[in-house]
């Protein structure tokens, strides 16, 4: 089992930059691959990024350059720093987490199976 707690949302202004963190405890090899999603209202939840084994990182088109992800050396706490950060970007962050083996599937919600309970970003223009 898993555990993931999110931290840090909060309110900013377009091209502010904020930073979002998930603590993380449980079974390592149950997290070796990890992600942020977002879920804007009445849209799908969408990966942001991933980062495999605290090492290889993957970003969705429309965040590249501006988000960063990230995990401490002992891998309890991912982060996600976000710069310059645009109306759009307005939804609730999930920390998700699962095998090694899940950051070669698709970069969807059906490849993580933990889950925490959100952080809410808004950014107003």
């Known amino acids: 089992q898993v555990q993931l707690e999110e931290s840090g949302g909060g309110s900013v202004q377009a091209g502010d930059s904020l930073n979002i963190s998930c603590s993380v405890s449980?079974?390592?090899?149950?997290?070796?691959?990890m992600a942020w999603f977002r879920q804007a209202p009445g849209k799908e939840r969408e990966g942001v990024a991933r980062?495999?084994?605290?090492?290889?990182?993957y970003y969705t088109e429309s965040v590249k350059g501006r988000f960063t992800i990230s995990q401490d050396n002992a891998r309890n706490t991912l982060n996600l720093r976000m710069r310059d950060l645009k109306p759009e970007d307005t939804a609730i962050y999930y920390c998700?987490?699962?095998?090694?083996?899940?950051?070669?599937?698709?970069?969807?919600?059906?490849?993580?199976?933990?889950w925490g309970q959100g952080t809410q970003v808004s950014v107003s223009p």
């Open positions: 998700a987490a699962n095998s090694a083996a899940r950051c070669g599937w698709a970069f969807t919600r059906e490849a993580f199976k933990y």
């Open positions: 449980g079974q390592s090899n149950h997290y070796d691959c």
């Open positions: 980062l495999y084994r605290g090492i290889s990182s």
